[in-house]
T-cell receptor, first 114, second 114 residues
Framework: DARVTQTPRHKVTEMGQEVTMRCQPI?????VFWYRQTMMQGLELLAY????????DSGMPKDRFSAEMPDATLATLKIQPSEPRDSAVYFC????????????FGQGTRLTVV | DAKTTQPPSMDCAEGRAANLPCNHS???????VYWYRQIHSQGPQYIIH???NNETNEMASLIITEDRKSSTLILPHATLRDTAVYYC???????????????FGKGTLLTVNP
């Protein structure tokens, strides 16, 4: 089955360190979403890409977060420097922009910043 | 902000139909109703979507009222594995703009009891 792959699945890091989370969208999908989930805030959209270009990153703290798509098979979300409040599960999702179709989610990266 | 209202929790007996309501009174003519669910520790999973006609697939049925201001997701024979948070989302069909994103609310925690 085609699936969105996220790595790593778990990450524990110290405050101040750089964190990079990776996402491999489903082959042929040209839209990519990054979400963050916490108990308090639920699922929050951080960024949305179409054809590798960012369409909306208004949900992302710009001072420390950055999202890119170096190529069609890889999306990255970086936090530098990381802070304890960044502890959350980060989900990537991909879909097709042609027509009205669903987005498929990965299993997430559980980040703990201590 | 999410444009939908859902009850925070519901219970259902195993083998019975689960009917999950959603209000979306401000829905626009070009917005679809999507349903996702999230089983504990997993990424959200697409269930079904529709515009104005009722829809059915192998997982569920979606009933949308004629005025499109509310909908009901029906799981015809709920099992213990259907215990999850169910999200009702409205989303525009146009992928060219930033409104193509999926905005999640709090959802409904459905607990299927033996």
């Amino acid at each position: 089955d085609a699936r969105v792959t996220q790595t790593p699945r778990h990450k524990v890091t110290e405050m101040g360190q750089e964190v990079t989370m990776r996402c491999q969208p489903i082959l042929g999908h040209n839209t990519v979403f990054w979400y963050r989930q916490t108990m308090m805030q639920g699922l929050e959209l951080l960024a949305y890409f179409r054809n590798r270009a960012p369409l909306d990153d208004s949900g992302m703290p710009k001072d420390r977060f950055s999202a890119e798509m170096p190529d069609a098979t890889l999306a990255t979300l970086k936090i530098q420097p990381s802070e304890p409040r960044d502890s959350a599960v980060y989900f990537c999702a991909s879909g097709k922009s042609a027509g009205n179709t669903e987005a498929f989610f990965g299993q997430g990266t559980r980040l703990t910043v201590v | 902000d999410a444009k939908t209202t859902q009850p925070p929790s519901m219970d259902c007996a195993e083998g019975r139909a689960a009917n999950l309501p959603c209000n979306h009174s401000t829905i626009s003519g070009n917005e679809y109703v999507y349903w996702y669910r999230q089983i504990h520790s997993q990424g959200p999973q697409y269930i079904i979507h529709g515009l104005k006609n009722n829809e059915t697939n192998e997982m569920a049925s979606l009933i949308i009222t004629e005025d499109r201001k509310s909908s009901t997701l029906i799981l015809p024979h709920a099992t213990l594995r259907d215990t999850a948070v169910y999200y009702c989302i409205v989303r525009v069909a146009d992928s060219g703009g930033s409104n193509y994103k999926l905005t999640f609310g709090k959802g409904t925690l459905l607990t299927v009891n033996p």
